[in-house]
C-alpha cells in the first residue's frame, strides 16, 4: 500500500518526483508549488482548479520579482 505522505499516488507516477524536482531546482516556495500542481494536475483534485493553484502561484512570483527587480534600480 502506498504511503499518503512519501509517496502518494498521485505524485509517484511521476519520475522523479516533484518534490525531488523542487529540491534539486532548488526553487522557492511560489515557484515549487506551481510545479507540484501542474505535475498532480488531474489527478488528485479537478483538473482546472490544479491549473489555477499553479497560475496563482506563478502570478504570485511574477509580482514578488518585479517588487524585487523595481528595489535594484
Partial sequence: MAD???DPPHYTRL?????KVILAWD???C???AVKYIARA???EDYVQDLDKAINYLQ???KRYAKQ???DE
Fill in 69 to 71: 527587480e523595481c528595489s
Fill in 4 to 6: 499518503p505522505v512519501e
Fill in 60 to 62: 504570485e512570483e511574477k
Fill in 27 to 29: 526553487l522557492n516556495y
Fill in 42 to 44: 488531474g489527478y488528485k
Fill in 15 to 19: 519520475n522523479p518526483q516533484p518534490r
Fill in 31 to 33: 515557484l515549487g508549488n
